[in-house]
């Protein structure tokens, strides 16, 4: 009985052979092709019954040739495609072509992104890597690859990095909009603080990219994104009205001058100024108040905030804060980030405690005492970036804005424009 089995599954496997015999010279399978294989052809309606019976009978038969066992490996993104005669060409095709570009790992893509918050462009895709560049909040950059950690991008005419995270495919919403100062009823992010993200961006928006009110892009953008913090980036863009601020890190000898033209110009500013002013210039905060400008909180030490604990941020603000309220009986209670760096935590906390973080839409570099900017090329720089709802952002301890400013004053009102006073501290 076995050896009869034995025997019958014998002549099945050989009828088998010979028909795939058969097969394989009709449908020309036989040949030499350095390209592709052939498909298997399906049977002819001219086929013998005896055939039909006999492939019938071989269906019945699992046969696993050495070919199909080898596993085909599938590339990241590649579609893996069964090997079964039904395939058809074009998608064994197709898979070949998307396994080609995703050899690297990443999503081929063709498509304009944006960044959420001002970012590193790096050479490779590490934080180690080398910084080709920064893209500011707001900025468009073209990608041609994605992972879910690195996007790469084209800069400079080179394949460079960005952290996936910070950019997003839709554009900042800036079609014909203006800044309106939202009601009372505006809720503001409350919480815990340990929730927020501690990565560290730069408020500062692409100054390049400009509607038609001269409005930097970006700062529509930030204000979206971090208003919640109760941030402003820029002031009600309706109104033909500009912000005047000068930070205060320390004292270079043109507060008096600065004050002094104020008064003559009747325009009030804010004064962000550190501890170490504080220490060196109490005299002068106590001007500033008497004058009717607003004073805010720089921080004791101008340290990067992101960088510290929140005890450490708290200590910053809340130490300055205290030392005005108890000497001048003022309270503060709008606070500037150091050089514009902060985190959503940072944010979260300053509005914990009562404060209002306030960015801008405009600065240049003045800070440095050893290079101060050409006082004409300064003046029509001020004024070729003049905008609705304007908040500058200039150093008292520039020789050159000491120098300007009245002229600017000037300029900024011939052009239509009022100066708002100092910054309100609620929208």
């Known amino acids: 009985m076995v050896k009869g089995t034995m025997m019958r599954n014998w002549k099945l496997r050989s009828s088998v052979i010979v028909l795939a015999a058969v097969m394989m010279a009709s449908s020309g399978c036989g040949k030499k092709n350095n390209d592709t294989a052939s498909l298997p052809q399906l049977p002819s309606q001219t086929q013998t019954q005896e055939q039909t019976q006999e492939q019938t ?230 001007q500033m108040i008497d004058d009717g400008h607003t004073v805010g909180n720089h921080t004791c030490n101008h340290k990067n905030m992101p960088s510290l604990s929140l005890e450490e941020q708290t200590n910053e603000i809340m130490v300055l804060h205290n030392l005005v309220k108890d000497n001048f009986g003022y309270e503060m209670k709008l606070f500037r980030f150091p050089e514009g760096s902060t985190s959503e935590q940072s944010l979260g906390l300053v509005e914990s405690l009562g404060y209002q973080s306030v960015f801008w839409s405009f600065h240049y570099l003045d800070y440095n005492s050893d290079a101060q900017k050409d006082p004409a090329e300064t003046l029509q720089l001020c004024m070729d970036s003049i905008h609705p709802g304007a908040i500058y952002l200039l150093h008292a301890k520039s020789a050159t804005n000491t120098q300007i400013l009245g002229e600017w004053i000037d300029a900024v009102r011939a052009a239509g424009y009022e100066f708002g006073g100092g910054l309100p501290t609620t929208w």
């Open 57 to 286: 009978i071989e269906q019945t038969i699992p046969v696993t040739t050495e070919e199909e066992a080898i596993p085909v490996p599938v590339a990241p993104g590649e579609v893996n495609v069964s090997s079964s005669s039904s395939a058809s060409a074009s998608s064994l095709a197709a898979t070949s072509s998307q396994a080609v570009q995703a050899e690297d790992g990443y999503e081929p893509r063709d498509e304009e992104v944006y960044a959420t918050q001002k970012v590193n462009i790096r050479e490779a895709a590490s934080t180690d890597a080398a910084k080709a560049g920064s893209l500011e909040a707001g900025a468009s950059i073209h990608r041609i690859g994605y992972t879910a950690e690195w996007s790469k991008v084209e800069y400079n005419g080179t394949t460079c990095y960005i952290a996936s995270e910070y950019l997003s495919d839709k554009a900042p919403e800036t079609v014909n909009q203006q800044v309106q100062a939202p009601s009372a009823a505006t809720e503001l992010w409350s919480g815990d603080l340990s929730t927020l993200s501690t990565n560290e961006f730069s408020g500062i928006a692409d100054y390049k990219d400009r509607d038609a009110l001269n409005v930097p892009n970006g700062c529509y953008y930030l204000n979206k994104l971090y208003g919640k913090y109760n941030a402003k980036f820029i002031e009600d863009t309706s109104k033909k009205v500009i912000y005047l601020t000068m930070d205060e890190g320390y004292e270079a000898g043109f507060t008096p001058q600065i004050l002094q033209t104020l008064r003559e110009k009747n325009v009030k500013a804010t004064f962000f100024v550190t501890k170490e002013f504080y220490d060196s210039n109490p005299e002068y905060i106590k």
